[in-house]
């Protein structure tokens, strides 16, 4: 393999520049060339495809987004689409991809496999979700903004002694959203891996008022309902006075904290030696500190195992 070109796809993560950086570098140490598609699998379609240097990737592993851009790309959807974005590749003589994002780009990546592509994956979601690996690019980051949010609102909260209900990003998943809760402290937390009852909540906002409490604090998966909504339905059953707060795209920005980078580093390497020792239709991981290759076809089908005994946990320290 001599030649190979390097993709962000999907929703930006902090330390996807880590990652672009280490394919860059580690292609060029180990001598071969390297080339950047800008806008996703966009890129790929229309040809934004450029060689990249040393240089091209200095001073971007402390940056938040991406430099190659990102987009969620419709025409990568058709066969059509996929077939063109395969013939350019071919044309430049490229033949191995590196392709950084979540699950929508990871499934795009399997479909350009099966056409002979040798592609290979490098997990970055803010989400968490995706299978065959312990932690997902820019999960760290995100979690760490989320928590410091909510330790501000809870400095509003109990100045006011009002309920707030937050709301936090991961489509399908509630990785962020039970991790931060257990972080900040959150009386309940709303995920979509479990049903809790509202009827519930509202059971033990009101059995801690009884007691003397002040003030909670709610998280919500943006995949359960909004905080609107759920401002809403609790106000059916207790009578307290809330404040939501959607904490929206600010989850996603910002600097990389430490982790995605190092995790961005030795995914973004790794990615390159798959291609090199010949590996296609795979997604780059780390699991209990071991780098690890999945094959698509299985994270395709498996959903990233959710802990309840976190969730339990936040529960019994919560009261
Ligand atoms: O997948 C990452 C993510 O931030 C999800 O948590 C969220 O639901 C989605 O992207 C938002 O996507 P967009 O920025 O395209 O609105």
Redesign the pocket.
């Known amino acids: 393999m001599r030649k190979i070109a390097v993709l962000t796809s ?2 930006d ?1 902090p330390g996807m520049n880590a990652a672009i950086r280490a394919v860059v570098r580690k292609a060029i140490h180990d001598g071969l060339e390297v080339y950047g598609v800008s806008h996703g699998f966009n890129g790929l379609i229309n040809n934004d495809i450029n060689k990249m240097n040393l240089g091209d990737v200095g001073d971007i592993i402390h940056r938040g987004g991406t430099a190659l851009y990102s987009a ?1 790309c419709e025409e990568f959807r058709t066969e059509k689409g996929r077939k063109r974005a395969a013939d350019n590749l071919k044309t430049y003589g490229i033949e191995g991809l590196v392709v950084i994002g ?2 929508g780009t990871y499934k795009g990546a399997f479909e350009l496999s099966k056409l002979g592509v040798k592609t290979v994956g490098v997990p970055a ?3 968490n979700d995706i299978a065959g690996t312990d932690v997902t690019i820019g999960y760290d980051t995100a979690l760490n903004t989320i928590v410091d949010m909510i330790d501000r609102i809870r400095d509003t909260a109990t100045s006011h002694e009002r309920t707030f209900i937050i709301e936090v ?3 399908d ?1 509630g990785e ?1 959203a039970l991790n931060a809760g257990l972080a900040a402290g959150a009386e309940t937390i709303f995920i979509p891996e479990r049903n809790t009852k509202l009827e519930d909540v509202a059971e033990r906002i009101q059995a801690g008022l009884d007691r003397g409490k002040k003030h909670s604090l709610i998280v919500v998966a ?2 359960v309902m909004t905080a609107e909504y759920c401002s809403a339905q609790l106000a059916k059953y207790i009578n307290i006075e809330t404040r939501i707060s959607v904490l929206g ?1 600010i ?2 920005g910002g600097k990389p904290s430490a982790a995605d980078r190092v995790l961005g580093s030795r995914l973004g390497a790794y990615a390159v030696d798959l291609l090199k020792e010949g590996q296609s239709g795979v997604g780059a991981g780390i699991s209990k500190n071991e780098l690890t290759a999945t094959d698509f076809s299985y994270v395709h089908v498996h959903e990233k195992k959710y802990d309840n005994s976190i969730y339990l946990l936040s529960k019994e320290l919560s009261i």
């Open positions: 999907g929703g993560a969620r979540g699950d979601t803010i989400d990003m991961g489509r998943s962020l943006e995949g795209h989850q996603r």
